[in-house]
């Protein structure tokens, strides 16, 4: 009996132990998963060098691979405790995570996320050209993206190409020589930045060289020098950097200005403190529209206007930040012979570019078309357009044709001036007639009283002259605003030309020049894209000096 009692015992002891060991052994993954600890990152890591992304993390005990992690997605395994990888190849935050695996194929939690931003460089802008046709050769200039560090001058004899690269240059200019008269030449620009990494290219632009005018039908003029020097200068306005912000207006209590893809508009006081900030992407869709970036931007009493150029939309606030409208500018029927006569009508299949909006008066918005040679004139209260403006007429009635309106200025009720960069001038018109008063830019013999791209024009407060400033060639030059007479270039408080342009310009301080206004102290603000910074300056208006011209 005691034998049968044993053997009973010993039997149920040895299934209550197989069932503990199977029990154990059921147990055995989930324990591990649990001791299997997520993996914790080094020190700075991930990290970006170069174009690679490199990331090392402290190895896991148990683990014997680990799975790496992109924006949540699976991106490799690896046995190593470290991962190295050709960094994205656009811009924006990619987020690393990683896990730890044990023999059992079990998987850790994932770690903290290790986050990498990707700026990509983005190309060139305003490219822009003068010919000179009398060397065979084409001066271009450019304007350079933040991070920029060497540029890369692609040419064709086609838009859509083949390109062949020029050259590689440290800086924004270039000029090309051993050309033919005639030819239609294609430029196109990328940037590189310190990596390495090549933008895309900017949108080509065309060149032709026709037959150099004779020098008798030139006009030849001295240089004259207004001395000026730095007494400020500001890299951050309010919470903003110079580099966020891209266009500056007045308006009565201070000024006003965009910060591109932030799409914010920042008012000023008087003193360029900030005052507050209107959001115009949230005001834009309140009224059910689409808006992409802030670009330009014009003011009158209590409203401001704003493009947007590349949704097409231009809308319209008051100052206290209230959305009014918005609207894409209709283009012209197709039956307006007159439009058709002088715009090619490969523009019905575009969309509008609208350009820098300009008040003329209350009743009336002037919108420059990028993509055509014409001007929208619209009705401030509703965004409806009333009429095109084109083409200009000499006094005696002949047509003069547009060559694409960058800027425009009003000088007063009756005298609008438009900087056309492309034909490097700047047309003085009755906007009522569209009669042209005079030009400034092609009949001169460089680029005294002539220009390569034109981007700020206004009234000196101080002496009544027009200024107007050209990026191209980073000159601030000043003309009668009644005939376009040539008067004088601000420069540095040493008056001396610049040799490197056959002394049609003088030397400078400010580079890659954008734009410029005069406060009430009448000090001279000067936008520097290149080092983007803010100079304001104090200008020795009395202190002409004349720099004769050389041959």
Do not use: C
Not at 28 to 55: D, F, K
Not at 279 to 299: C, H, M, N, P, R
Not at 501 to 526: A, C, M, V, Y
């Amino acid at each position: 009996m005691r034998q049968i009692l044993r053997k009973e015992r010993l039997k149920i002891t040895g299934v209550l132990l197989a069932v503990a060991l199977l029990a154990a052994g059921a147990a055995t993954p989930q324990a591990a998963l649990a001791a299997l600890q997520a993996p914790n990152w080094l020190p700075g890591q991930p990290m970006l060098a170069g174009n690679q992304v490199i990331a090392m993390w402290l190895p896991v005990p148990g683990a014997v691979k680990y799975i790496i992690y992109l924006n949540g997605k699976k991106l490799l395994e690896s046995p190593a405790n470290q991962y190295m990888g050709l960094a994205p190849d656009a811009s924006g935050q990619y987020k690393y995570e990683v896990t730890a695996v044990d023999a059992a194929g079990n998987e850790s939690p994932r770690s903290s996320a290790g986050t990498i931003s990707i700026i990509m460089i983005k190309p060139p802008t305003e490219l822009m050209s003068r010919p000179l046709p009398a060397e065979k050769s084409v001066s271009l200039r450019w304007g350079l993206p933040q991070g920029a560090v060497i540029t890369n001058l692609y040419r064709a004899e086609k838009k859509e190409g083949p390109f062949k690269m020029v050259g590689s240059i440290q800086g924004d200019n270039y000029k090309d020589s051993n050309l033919q008269l005639g030819v239609e030449y294609w430029y196109a620009v990328s940037a590189k930045d310190i990596n390495g990494k090549e933008s895309d290219k900017s949108e080509p632009h065309m060149v032709i060289l026709k037959e150099a005018a004779k020098a008798a039908e030139k006009i030849s003029i001295d240089m004259v020098i207004v001395p000026s020097k730095n007494v400020d200068s500001r890299k951050v306005i309010g919470d903003w950097t110079v580099g966020d912000i891209r266009y500056i207006t007045k308006f009565e209590d201070g000024y006003l200005a965009t910060t591109g893809p932030r799409n914010k508009v920042i008012v000023f006081n008087q003193a360029m403190e900030q005052q507050r900030s209107i959001d115009i992407k949230a005001g834009v869709e309140s009224l059910g529209g689409k808006w992409v970036t802030t670009y330009q931007i014009d003011a009158l009493e209590d409203r401001f206007a704003v493009t947007d150029n590349e949704s097409s939309q231009i809308a319209m606030f008051e100052i206290s930040g209230t959305p009014l409208w918005v609207t894409q500018p209709a283009k012209p029927p197709e039956d307006n012979e007159l439009v058709w006569e002088f715009v090619d009508k490969q523009f019905l299949k575009a969309r509008p570019i609208p350009g820098i909006p300009f008040f003329l008066d209350p009743f009336t918005l002037l919108v420059g078309e990028g993509r055509a040679t014409l001007i929208y004139k619209i009705d401030p209260e509703n965004g409806e357009v009333i009429d095109y403006l084109l083409p200009y007429r000499s006094k005696e009635g002949e047509i003069v044709k547009s060559g694409g309106i960058g800027t425009l200025f009003k000088i007063k009720d009756d005298l609008v001036i438009a900087g056309e960069s492309l034909l490097h001038r700047a047309v003085a018109f009755n906007p009522e007639n569209m009669e042209v008063q005079y030009m400034i830019g092609l009949e001169n013999d460089g680029y005294i009283a002539g220009f390569l791209g034109i981007n700020s024009m206004l009234i000196s407060p101080v002496d009544g002259a027009l200024l107007i400033g050209d990026g191209g060639i980073n000159t601030l030059q000043a003309f009668d605003p009644e005939t376009g007479k040539y008067l004088y270039h601000i420069g540095d408080e040493k008056p001396v030309p610049d040799p490197d342009l056959e002394n049609q310009r003088p030397l400078t301080s400010f580079k890659g020049f954008h734009q410029t206004w005069i406060d009430d102290q009448g000090r001279l603000w000067i936008k520097d894209n290149f080092n983007n910074v803010f100079f304001i300056r104090e200008v020795m208006w009395d202190k002409k000096e004349v720099i004769k011209k050389t041959k």
